[in-house]
């Protein structure tokens, strides 16, 4: 399975209509959202890749290659911290599942071995599904999260992820990509850079923008 198919979309979608009203309640508060960009926080951990799936060592790798390769990205919207935008970052384990599940095996590789294969795609397409992980224009934390059931947000990169929100004494999130051949991906940390006008919540899985085989 490839995404040789993706293509990059250089113009940036507004959020879907559907979710108009939940992102203007973020806003609702006596004190301005700051503007500390999504790259600041991702950047400021400087372990590299190792053993913790948890935190976001390949992604910040992801990015910093495509706009090492392409300085004039749309990507490079994720160091705008005055631009409001709302983030799906997937996890070390997430991309280390999609290198496996793109190699047809069950043993993950190590964090460098997933981000080269990753790499390997090609920087368009790297940039493709990064895009994918971004919705611009609306600050979308978990209280206006929860309250989204059903909506479909437009990406950055053009297509659209559906918010599923069930559970019910213990409410969680599920984001329904392109790719009904995979599970989808679920929200495992919530408010990464919270109280800014760039918001991230953490996935399990790297949401794929086309359906593979």
Do not use: C
């Not at 190792?50 to 392409?70: C, E």
């Not at 705008?80 to 290198?99: C, E, H, K, S, Y």
């Not at 950055?156 to 329904?176: C, E, M």
């Amino acid at each position: 399975m490839r995404f040789t198919r993706v293509t990059a979309v250089a113009t940036a979608a507004l959020v879907a209509s559907a979710l108009a009203g939940a992102p203007a309640a973020a806003h609702t508060r006596t004190k301005p959202l700051g503007t500390t960009s999504l790259a600041a926080v991702l950047t400021a951990d400087k372990s590299g890749f190792d053993r913790r799936g948890g935190d976001y060592d390949i992604l910040t790798a992801a990015v910093q290659a495509v706009l090492t390769a392409k300085p004039a990205s749309p990507v490079k919207v994720l160091a705008d911290g005055t631009t409001a935008l709302t983030a799906f970052i997937p996890n070390d384990r997430a991309f280390q599942l999609l290198v496996a599940d793109l190699e047809d095996t069950r043993r993950l590789p190590s964090e460098k071995a997933a981000f080269t294969a990753v790499a390997g795609l090609g920087i368009d397409t790297v940039e493709a599904v990064l895009l994918y992980h971004v919705v611009p224009g609306s600050t979308i934390d978990r209280k206006a999260a929860l309250k989204a059931d059903g909506a479909k947000l437009t990406t950055a990169g053009g297509g659209a992820v559906t918010v599923d929100v069930h559970g019910r004494y213990w409410k969680r999130i599920t984001l329904v990509d392109a790719d009904r051949s995979d599970r989808d991906a679920r929200v495992v940390r919530f408010d990464v850079n919270k109280d800014n006008r760039q918001i991230a919540h953490g996935v399990d899985r790297v949401l794929r923008p086309i359906d593979l085989p």
